[in-house]
Every structure is written in C-alpha cells, then in structure tokens.
C-alpha cells in the first residue's frame, strides 16, 4: 500500500515539488506526499519561480514547499519513491540499505509507459515552455499514481 509516497529530482526545486503539488492536488491529502532532492544545493528554497508559474496556472500553489535533501531514513518513511530521471534513479538506489528499500524506488514515467525508462527532461536551464511541458508529463502520470493509490486505500 502506498499511503505515504515521496518525490525526488536532483535540486527538489523543479521537477519533484511539481509532482508533489500536483498528487497532492489529485488525492486531496489523503495520503502522505513529500519530495526531496538529491543534491543540496538548494535546501530551504522555495520551488524554482517557474514551477510555482506552472502550477498556479493549473490551480495548484506549490509555494508553500521548501527544498530538502533526500535521505536514507527516507526509506523507512515512505512506501512508494518516484524519482524523474535515470540519474536520480542511481543516486537514490547508492544509498538503499537493502534490497526491499531498492524496490520502493520507481521511475516517475513507467506508470504510464511501463518499462519504457523514459525521463522528466530537467528544465532548469532551458525557458518557461519546459516547465509547462514537464507539469503536462507529471500530471498524467499522478493521474495514474492516484488512481493506484485510492484503490490500494479501499483494500
Ligand atoms: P530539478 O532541477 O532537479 O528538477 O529541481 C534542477 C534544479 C537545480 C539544479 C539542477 C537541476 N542545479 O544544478 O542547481
């Protein structure tokens, strides 16, 4: 079951606190979401301006977010860990303790392309129509993570 699901980008400025807002948005606060980074180099922040653009302009405030860093007790945390890309996928799989926490760890588009490895493009350096086309991609794989979760909650 998946009751608490975290998820996580490089600097948990761009890509993840879209997801997060964006589930969030879809389960109505039913389960626990959270989302974390990578890498440090933004802890404390607030989302990148162009994803809280993003989102306020599909009605989801993200601004209330701050970036964190991802960490091994996120493992006992949570049930489910997205990740956006390939790279994410091996910085979070390094620090799995074992190989049930490894299992926890997915990438975001196999939940609408199963077992295609595609990736969320990080936006960061490119302009605002990225950030439009990464909310697209991440709302319809939530879709499918809340449809998945909700059922998972009435077993
Ligand atoms: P994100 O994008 O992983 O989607 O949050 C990035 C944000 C910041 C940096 C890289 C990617 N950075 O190098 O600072």
New binding site residues.
Partial sequence: MSHKVLMV?????????LAHGILESKVHHSIFVDSA?T?G??IGELP?KR?IAAAKNHGIDISKQRCRQFTENDFTTFDAIYV?DQS?FDNVIKLAPNELCKQKVKLILNEIHPNKNLE?P????GGTSGFEE?FNMLNKACGVIAKKTKWNNLQ
């Fill in positions: 980008c490089l600097g948990n400025i761009c890509r993840s606190p980074g890498a180099y933004h990148d994803s956006m994410n969320i990080d936006p960061y350096y990464v």
